[in-house]
């Protein structure tokens, strides 16, 4: 099965960056898409196919992929974006075709 | 912007079955490229998704739910809708639909706000 790593946890200053990591070991192959989830509400999309951002998202929030990680920055980090971060694929060669990573708490 | 919001009961007996309508809003649910699913959530863990619906009402279910799930859509009404049967407690969570977009892989945006769904015994 398809099992997508996160840390549980990343601490960040305030304006300083915050990266999330995500890994598998074929990653690689997958388009991955990144959620910002703040207490008590509804996941939003940050990140879709690895980099690309949706309209309304700050330029603050990047994607990125290397080898069997994909990465989530965040620069200049503010107390808003205090959340939990959660990975996502699309696996069509597996029974589990949508899989999430466990999520990462990121403190600031 | 298309918006979507969860209906339902909040609480369902164990044994029976959980239906949840999401209604879709700004938008149509005959658009193309859109697969409407459900995810849902239990108190303080992470996200798992349950299924997806297609317009053309061809559907897709995680497979160790795939037994309970049945995910259906009406065009008429612009609404989709989840079952799951025979609920234990370890489907209680909060319950999101939301819109799947199919491009080169599939991603879910926006989401519904969730409605959380407690099983009793």
């Known amino acids: 099965s398809y099992v997508l790593t996160q840390p549980p946890s990343v601490s960040v200053a305030p304006g300083e960056t915050a990266t999330i990591t995500c890994a598998e070991n074929n990653i690689g192959n997958k388009n991955v898409h990144w959620y910002q989830q703040k207490p008590g509400q509804a996941p939003v999309l940050v990140v879709y196919d690895d980099s690309d951002r949706p309209s309304g998202i700050p330029e603050r929030f990047s994607g990125s992929k290397s080898g069997n990680t994909a990465t989530l920055t965040i620069t200049r980090a503010e107390a808003g974006d205090e959340a939990d971060y959660y990975c996502?694929?699309?696996?069509?060669?597996?029974?589990?075709?949508?899989?999430f990573g466990g999520g990462t708490k990121l403190t600031v | 912007q298309v918006q979507l919001q969860e209906s339902g009961p909040g609480l369902v007996k164990s044994s029976q079955t959980l239906s949840l309508t999401c209604s879709v809003s700004?938008?149509?649910?005959?658009?193309?490229?859109?697969?409407w699913s459900w995810i849902r959530q239990p108190a303080g863990k992470g996200l798992e998704w349950i299924g997806r619906v297609y317009t053309s009402g061809g559907t897709n279910y995680k497979a160790s739910l795939k037994s309970r799930v049945s995910i259906s859509l009406d065009a008429s009404k612009n609404t989709f809708s989840l079952k799951l049967s025979s609920v234990t407690a370890a489907d209680t969570a909060v319950y999101y639909c939301a819109r799947g977009i199919a491009d080169q892989s599939f991603w879910f945006d926006p989401w519904g706000q969730g409605t959380l769904v407690t099983v009793s015994s």
């Open positions: 700004g938008g149509s649910i005959s658009s193309v490229s859109s697969y």
């Open positions: 996502q694929v699309w696996d069509n060669s597996s029974d589990h075709l949508v899989v």
